[in-house]
């Protein structure tokens, strides 16, 4: 049995004290070197303590020391492959399974465990990975009109060319069983990185590719080391990683290569600088022909044809389904809930049935991506609930694109910005935002945000630039928007949009706020409030007011350009004044509004509103409205051919009369009951009641409702103030929304504008005359 650990000898710990000190480095320096995350391996190394066998290999190359001279009892069966010089004897087979048995703890330390963003320990690939899917076809390059893309509803948005019923979806494995040679696309923290270490796990332990052996590069490691040798040779670097294995002739990988027995898995195609990508993309497109028989894999974030490999097969990862964010959920909250696994699985219960309220459907629409559901989950796990304010989650899902994503995992990006700072890539992002959405358009062709970004090159720089030039600028910012941070995403040929509905309303909100001054912000806020009756403004109208310092300028505005819709028509005045003398009326009551609301629905649609008063708790005099409205309803209906429907009424205002109060309306309403026939008479009689009587019966029931509850009225509205009432109605809902979204309101002009919803103008000029 190969043994896993080695440890220094005691002669061997003093040479290895010398060559560190010639080296002049800090322990911290020596484990960057070797490309651990701690200093402890280092430690246990230099005071003769076992150190998995990898890592003393490595060290020891790193020292210029011969490994095995310093080890204590290095082990027989460990063979240095000088022993397999002459490969062709043995069976390929066995050599496959020699190179596996002794790479086998380098690939699981390299691939084995994920560090996850904000936590602070690292997790086994196995605790929290999903298995992905694949889309065969390349949304970005299809050609589609942008016509067609226009008139797309908000929750079809965010999954346009990605979703199930586009195109069918393939697992990530069968997806690399199918093509030899294969380049997986995908946005930032779609998972590309971890599906390819998934990859290696899976091969390293004979789950998958048994028979080939799995070597993991990450690309840009590749190309600084290629930097530093003034070299860029896969071959070279490939023997240098096998060497820390303790494989140190080369012809036992060209055989293995030659064999096509190799499972090549290079990371990040996108994260090599553009000063050496030429040169580290045709290394790779030697490798590839030179080497053909070999399986490679491939991750790059884009489909840009300077990246494109011959040979290769694109694809692209599709975004989670609800079963494959339901899984993901599961694994995370058992990986990091602290208790049992009972209690981690109950919280990502808990966590799915919130994700899927009603309430949340933004943020559902963004957690279909690894990263941000794992943000989610995070943020869920501290606070048990979503955030109130979704622009504290988006800010920090911005955060991770605009760089602390690439930062956490020690990415250097090149800068095409010209320059530009953070809060200048966020004032340009705002500006094509806004002027996107004022204009109606989530899709927009490629020429037309390209102007949007030269101009603000233009007016950055303030100085004159040819035409051609900023061009090229433009399009090369374009680029990097959509490769670097994914929040412009090309989604048809020469389309684009924002890679998530949600980053577009919030960079259009956030070029609200951000006015220059304060008579620039109340002309921002003015344009705003004109879109109040449009639905598509109204998530901008929430994410405005939770992100406004003070939001007390915004609802006066939204409540002054509500009360103007109906000012003008004296019939919905009359509407108005009706449902607020009908609110003062109840001795006991919830507030005014609530109770006007209610009886502008109970007038307008009286089966809608039961629902709307069971919500708002209903008062007895409401109640006792419902019911009395919802008889004249029932009485209403033809029903001369059905006698049960007929004795249901009666049994109903029998019903009524025992929560009747009032003397006048309990006597009126037990006479007109008495009136009303046994259901236990002949049919015969009954049918006869009902031709003579039955009519001027249902008219007495409605008058004697009218006057002792002043209900029932027969407003005849026309189809243009049915229009008008539900624009008033929804545009007072938003309004509420506004006030209930955790935005900073003053308490009196909280006070005040609730006081006064659905008001009649009338009593709203006697208040402030007051």
Known sequence: ???????????????????????????????????????????????????????????????????REIASNPPAEFRELEEYTQPSVLDIDTLVQQVRSQRFDKIQDQCGILQLLDISHPVAINDIYIDVNILEEIASLQYVEITELQNLAREEFDRFGLSEVDQKQIPGIGAVETYSKIRVLGKPGVGKTTFLQHLAIHCNQGEFAAKQVPIFITLRNFAQESKVTNESNLLKYICQEFFTSGISDPSVIETLLNAGRVLLLLDGMDEVLNEQSNAILSEIRRFSEKYHKNQLVATCRTASPRLRLRGFTDVEIAPF?????RAFAQKWFVAFTKTNTEDGQAQSVEFMQKLELAENWQF????????????????????????????DFYKQGLDLLLGKWDEARGIERDEVYRGFLLPQKLKLLSQIAAATFEDGQYFFQQRVVEQYIGDYIQ?????????????????????????????????????????YLAFHEYFTARKIVASHNLQALEQALAGLVSHITDPHWHEIFLLTATMLRSADSLVLLMKQQIDTMVAEDPYLQEFLTWASQKSRTLPTQPKDATVRAFYLALSRTPHVAPHFALAASLDQGMFLDTALDDLLVECAIDGSQDFAHIHACGDALSVILGIVLDVGLYKSLQQLSDQFPNSHQNQERFRLWWQ?????????????????????????????QEQVLQRYYDANQLLLDCLRSNCEVTPAIRQEIEATLLLPQKELEDREWQ
């Open 364 to 391: 559902r629409q963004l957690v279909v991506t690894p990263l941000f559901l794992h943000l989610a989950c995070w943020v869920f796990h501290s606070q048990e609930k979503f955030p109130t304010k979704r622009t």
């Open 459 to 499: 007016n950055l720089t303030n100085v004159p630039m040819d035409a051609e030039e900023l061009q090229i600028e433009s399009e090369a910012a374009l680029k990097a928007i959509e490769a670097q941070h994914g929040l412009l995403a090309e989604r048809a040929r020469g389309i684009f949009s924002f890679s």
């Open 1 to 67: 049995m190969v043994k896993r650990s080695l440890q220094v000898s005691l002669t061997g710990i003093q040479e290895a004290k010398k060559a560190f000190a010639r080296k002049g480095w800090t322990q911290h320096n020596l484990a960057g070197e070797v490309n651990l995350k701690t200093r402890q391996p280092i430690w246990r190394f230099f005071s003769g303590r076992p150190v998995e066998r990898h890592t003393f290999i490595e060290i020891c190359s790193i020292l210029e020391l011969n490994w």
């Open 321 to 325: 389904t609800s079963k494959q964010i």
């Open 692 to 720: 003579t009587n039955y009519s001027a019966w249902a008219e007495q029931l409605k008058i004697t409702v009218i006057n002792y509850r002043n209900i029932n009225h027969q407003w005849r509205f026309s189809p243009e």
